[in-house]
C-alpha cells in the first residue's frame, strides 16, 4: 500500500512540537503514535522509528512520530521521562486533526519512551493499546528482587488486579481505579508505578522484550510474578538496542500484527 510522509507541527505549553506522520493512502482506523525520547528523538537509533513507520504505514496503518519538549526539532525544556503527559496528550490532538477518520490509538514506546506511554495510557479513552518494546524499570535493589517485589505490594494483591474474575465487576472497578491512581503517584518506585498503570488499563498491551539482556529478564520476571494482563514476546538473541537489522525487523512485524488482530 502506498503512502506519503508529511510533517507536523502542533502546539505544548506555548511551545512548537514537531512530527512526521506517515500516512498510507487508505488508512485504517486505528493509528499509532511512536512515543520517543533521548538520545533517539522521532528518528530512532539506527532509523528504528522511521523504518517502523514505514512498514506500519505499507499495512495501512497511520503512524505519527513526533519530538517531546526539549528533543530534536521541538522547542522547550526537556521533560523527566515520567512526565511527558502533556505532551503526549498534544501529539494526540495534533494526530487526530490530522485523522478525523481515526477512532483510536496505540501508543508505541521503547525503553524509558515505553515507561511513559504506559503511565499515559490508562489516562485517555482514545488509546486502545500499547506496545512497550523493553519497557524500562529501575534496576532491582542489592537486597533481591523477592524483597523488593514484597515492598512494591503484595504479590496476591497484583494478582487479585490481574484476574477479572475474582471479587466481581465492582470489585475488578474499585482495584483498577486504585492501579490508576498508584500510576500517577510520583512518590512511588517506578516499577510499582508501571505495574500499575498495566493493571490499571483497560486496553491491550504488548510487551516485546530483547530475549538475552539482563533488564529484559527483569521486566520479565516482574510481568509474570505479578500476573499482569498483557501478551509478552521475546526477541531471541535481541540487545537492548536492537541494532541488528534482523532484529528490528522482528519488532515491526510483531508490531503490526498484533495491532492488526484485534
Not at 517531546?68 to 512526565?83: L, N, Y
Not at 535493589?141 to 488486579?161: C, N, S, Y
Not at 512511588?188 to 490499571?200: E, I, K, Q
Request: aromatic share 6%.
Amino acid at each position: 500500500m502506498d503512502a506519503t510522509q508529511r510533517a507536523v507541527q502542533f502546539n505544548c505549553g506555548g511551545d512548537s512540537l514537531i512530527g512526521i506522520l506517515d500516512l498510507p493512502e487508505r488508512p485504517l482506523a486505528r493509528g499509532v503514535l511512536v512515543v520517543t525520547s533521548a538520545p533517539q528523538y522521532r528518528i530512532g537509533d539506527h532509523r528504528h522509528f522511521t523504518l517502523l513507520a514505514r512498514l506500519m504505514a505499507a499495512r495501512g496503518i497511520p503512524v505519527l512520530r513526533f519530538d517531546h519538549r526539549g528533543m530534536g526539532d521541538s522547542e522547550g525544556e526537556a521533560r523527566p521521562i515520567d512526565a511527558l503527559g502533556e505532551d503526549i496528550q498534544a501529539a494526540m490532538r495534533a494526530f487526530f486533526a490530522q485523522m478525523p477518520g481515526m477512532q483510536d490509538v496505540v501508543l508505541w514506546g521503547f525503553g524509558d519512551a515505553a515507561t511513559a506511554a504506559v503511565l499515559y495510557a490508562h489516562a485517555d479513552t482514545r488509546v486502545s493499546g500499547v506496545v512497550l518494546l523493553n519497557p524500562w524499570m529501575q534496576a532491582p535493589r542489592a537486597d533481591g528482587l523477592p524483597q523488593l517485589l514484597a515492598r512494591l505490594g503484595e504479590v496476591d494483591f497484583w494478582k487479585r488486579v490481574a484476574s477479572d474474575s475474582r471479587g466481581g465487576p465492582d470489585g475488578v472497578a474499585a482495584l483498577r481505579q486504585d492501579m490508576r491512581a498508584a500510576a500517577g503517584d510520583a512518590s512511588l518506585p517506578l516499577p510499582r508505578r508501571v505495574l500499575a498503570s498495566l493493571s490499571g488499563f483497560d486496553g491491550a498491551a504488548l510487551v516485546i522484550l530483547g530475549g538475552d539482556e539482563a533488564h529484559a529478564q527483569h521486566v520479565d520476571a516482574l510481568l509474570k510474578r505479578h500476573e499482569v494482563r498483557c501478551k509478552c514476546v521475546s526477541v531471541g538473541g535481541a540487545e537492548r538496542s536492537f541494532a541488528s537489522r534482523a532484529w528490528r525487523d522482528a519488532v515491526a512485524e510483531i508490531s503490526a500484527n498484533w495491532i492488526a488482530s484485534w
